[in-house]
């Protein structure tokens, strides 16, 4: 039972057993959730609030949980554990919220940018992000996507701020 609910948790739902694009999918909750709660015009803070709940919550289960996942799935930094996507995801998405879109089209645009900024530096890992990958054990898997998100988030700012 406890093995099938850690595997419900690191796959966040089962998006990480999804064969093509894990990560991608694994992406999709945060940015989701963002988009509910701008949409509906919940207060900056409110969607503040959920996007550092998600993150805080999704890091702490990731760092404690990625041990585990990597016995089970039999390898080092598994690909169904997406838990990290969801942190850094979510991380990157806060910079949107700030900025609290007066329109659809520009809530819409920001979460996109958010979310694929996020995927492209994740995949690439870029400089940085690739060597915060290689720190020990569950830091290593979250902290790679956290250095990802706060880099897409940055840049989805600056081009607000010059775009904007």
Known sequence: MRDALNVLIVTVGGLGLIR????TWGSVPPAALALAFMLSRAPT?????ALVVVGVLTSALCVRLTPWAERRFGRADPRQIVLDEVA???????PVALMAPASVGATVAGVLAA???FRIFDIAKFGLIDTAQRLPRGLGVLMDDLVAGAAAGGLVWVGWKVIG
């Open 20 to 23: 093509r694009a894990p990560g």
């Open 88 to 94: 850094g995801q979510a991380l990157a998405l806060i």
């Open 45 to 49: 803070r409110a969607t503040l609030a």
């Open 115 to 117: 979310f694929a900024l």
